[in-house]
């Protein structure tokens, strides 16, 4: 299979990004207070925090790893899950754009690694000229 140099970096570069801010929110909703007092606003009891925090840390080891395809899948599959969640929830409460903005960047960047990871899975197709 025939990977495009620009699709491999483009992956790599975008993943890390989404990488490195779902293991962020990870980080800091085991360990800061106010962001714990966040989620608690938002209705979600304190076990949920926690469990959340451990499965985005799952996820991005699972992105990150040679691991199978499916694997990755409900890496993705569990992400959007998330980020689509943070989005209505902060919306439901009424909060403006400085508490939703995060959920979208970040789902801008899902949305860019998870094409980026689609097209290098894609078997190339028409490399070679047709001939008559």
Do not use: D
């Not at 608690?40 to 840390?57: D, H, I, N, T, V």
Request: charged share 10%.
């Amino acid at each position: 299979m025939h990977r495009s140099k620009g699709i491999v970096i483009g992956f790599w570069v975008v993943t890390a990004l989404l990488c490195l801010q779902m293991g962020f929110t990870a980080y800091a909703q085991l360990s800061m207070p106010e962001v714990a007092e966040a989620i608690a606003q938002l209705g979600f009891p304190s076990y949920f925090r926690k469990e959340l925090a451990w499965a985005k840390l799952l996820g991005v080891v699972l992105l990150l790893a040679p691991v199978p395809a499916r694997l990755k899948e409900w890496a993705y599959a569990g992400f959007a899950f998330t980020l689509v969640s943070a989005l209505i929830a902060h919306l439901a409460m009424g909060h403006g754009p400085e508490s939703w903005i995060y959920a979208v960047v970040t789902g801008v960047l899902w949305g860019l690694s998870y094409f980026f990871w689609r097209r290098l899975q894609a078997p190339s197709v028409g490399l070679r000229p047709a001939t008559a």
